[in-house]
């Protein structure tokens, strides 16, 4: 992400570099707010603001990706490549899906130009149906 940055065109703050060290290898699909506090005692002069612009920084360079899968806040996907979804009904879980998961079947609408497919499983992960 850090190389990515670079190749963006994007300079190297040390902010930038610690919300990529807190966030570039992280599955769970942190909010903007669960990054910030993270870094909080780290950067303490650091806004919440600088996060969530950072963030939307890093989606519009393409070297993450925004979700909006459940109810809540958005949460940030270091994960580019074309992957699946699991969501948890309950607790909220978003746990990628290996790969491409599964493929969609029906066809765009005529004259829609498709830029991604998505597949999203929801329902109950493990640790919820063990309660």
């Known amino acids: 992400m850090i190389e990515g940055l670079r190749g963006a065109g994007l300079k190297l703050t040390p902010q930038r570099l610690a919300i990529v060290e807190a966030f570039a290898d992280d599955p769970t699909h942190p909010t903007a707010q669960e990054i910030f506090e993270r870094l909080r005692r780290r950067l303490p002069t650091m806004s919440f603001a600088t996060v969530y612009t950072t963030l939307d920084t890093l989606a519009a360079a393409g070297l993450?990706?925004?979700r909006a899968l459940s109810p809540g806040p958005a949460r940030f996907d270091p994960n580019v490549a074309p992957h699946g979804h699991a969501v948890c009904d309950s607790c909220g879980a978003l746990i990628d899906l290996p790969g491409r998961a599964a493929r969609a079947t029906a066809a765009p609408p005529a004259g829609f130009v498709v830029r991604?497919?998505?597949?999203i499983y929801r329902g109950a992960c493990a640790r919820c149906r063990a309660r």
């Open 64 to 66: 993450c990706a925004v």
């Open 116 to 119: 991604a497919v998505e597949t």
